[in-house]
C-alpha cells in the first residue's frame, strides 16, 4: 500500500473519531430514567423515549406527568438531545422545568439540542406526530401550547404562551390575564427566529417567515398562507412547504442540471408532498 492511501486511511479514521466525539453520544442512564419516571411500566418497558447528552432538569414537580397518547408505542419514536438532528448539533444541551401539569405526545418526535421546555402552573404543552423542534428553541407555557402533527419548528424560535409578568393599565384600573393559549396548525412552518406569543393561532399549512412575530388569532386565514413581519401580517397565499424528502431531492436535482430559477408542474402535484 502505498504512502499515499495509507495518509488518506488514517485521515479519514481520524474524521471519524473526530466526528464521533463531537456529537451527544446516547445516554442509557437518562433514557431509562424519563421511560420509567414518567410513563407507565407497560410503555416504559418499549423505551418509546430516547436520550442523548445530558439534558438538564432544572426543576420537577412531583406530580407532572408525560403521557403518550398514541395507538402504537415503539423504541425510540421521542428522540431528545440527538446531535446531528435538523440541522445541527451546535446548540447545547436540551433543559427541562416541569413544574406544570403535563406533555402530550400524540406520536414521534424530535427535540433537538439546545431546545429549552419550561413548563409552569397549570401548563398543558401536547404535541402531535411527526413534529420537528429543532435547535435552541425556547418553549415556556403557564396555560396550553397545541403543536398539531406535522409542525415545524426551525431553530431559535421562541413560542410563550404567558407574558410572565401582570401589567397594571392606570388608565382603566385593570389587570389582563397574562396567559393565553396558543395553536400552530397541523402541517404549519415556524422559520428560524420567529417569535409566537399568547393566544396565538394560526390555520394549517402555515409559514411564518424568519424573525416575524405572531400574537393574535389569524384562524379566519385560509391554509397556505405566508405570514411575514413585525407584528407578521398575512402576506402570500397558496403558499406550501414541500415536506416529502423524495420530492425535495428531484428539486435539487432538477436544479443542480438546470439553469432556471424556477421549476413548473405540468399539473397540480399530489398533496401529500406537503406532508412528511
Not at 418497558?45 to 430516547?50: N, Q, T, Y
Request: charged residues 20%.
Amino acid at each position: 500500500m502505498s504512502t499515499k492511501i495509507q495518509s488518506i486511511c488514517v485521515m479519514k479514521i481520524f474524521d471519524r473519531f473526530i466526528l464521533l466525539i463531537s456529537k451527544h453520544w446516547f445516554n442509557p442512564f437518562f433514557t431509562l430514567w424519563f421511560n420509567f419516571r414518567f410513563l407507565p411500566f407497560k410503555q416504559a418497558i418499549h423505551l418509546p423515549i430516547l436520550v442523548w447528552g445530558i439534558p438538564r432538569i432544572v426543576n420537577l414537580n412531583p406530580n407532572f406527568k408525560i403521557i403518550l397518547d398514541c395507538e402504537t408505542i415503539k423504541r425510540g419514536m421521542i428522540k431528545i438531545n440527538r446531535s446531528g438532528e435538523y440541522p445541527s448539533h451546535t446548540g447545547g444541551h436540551t433543559e427541562f422545568i416541569l413544574c406544570g401539569k403535563k406533555i402530550i405526545f400524540k406520536g414521534s418526535a424530535i427535540i433537538g439540542c439546545g431546545t429549552r421546555i419550561l413548563s409552569y402552573l397549570k401548563s398543558i404543552i401536547q404535541i402531535g406526530k411527526n413534529v420537528i423542534i429543532t435547535q435552541q428553541d425556547t418553549i415556556i407555557s403557564c396555560e396550553k401550547i397545541v403543536l398539531e402533527d406535522f409542525v415545524r419548528i426551525g431553530s431559535k424560535v421562541q413560542i410563550m404562551d404567558t407574558s410572565m409578568h401582570f401589567v397594571y393599565h392606570s388608565d382603566e384600573q385593570k389587570v389582563n390575564n397574562l396567559s393565553m393559549p396558543i395553536i400552530i396548525g397541523h402541517n404549519s412552518w415556524l422559520a428560524n427566529g420567529v417569535s409566537v406569543f399568547k393566544g396565538t393561532i394560526i390555520p394549517p399549512y402555515s409559514t411564518v417567515a424568519g424573525g416575524s412575530m405572531i400574537n393574535r388569532d389569524y384562524s379566519q386565514e385560509v391554509e397556505g398562507t405566508c405570514f411575514i413581519g413585525n407584528p407578521a401580517k398575512p402576506k402570500i397565499r397558496n403558499f406550501y412547504r414541500i415536506q416529502k424528502s423524495s420530492e425535495e431531492m428531484r428539486l435539487y436535482e432538477y436544479f443542480s442540471q438546470h439553469d432556471s430559477d424556477t421549476f413548473y408542474y405540468e399539473e397540480q402535484p399530489s398533496s401529500d408532498i406537503f406532508d412528511s
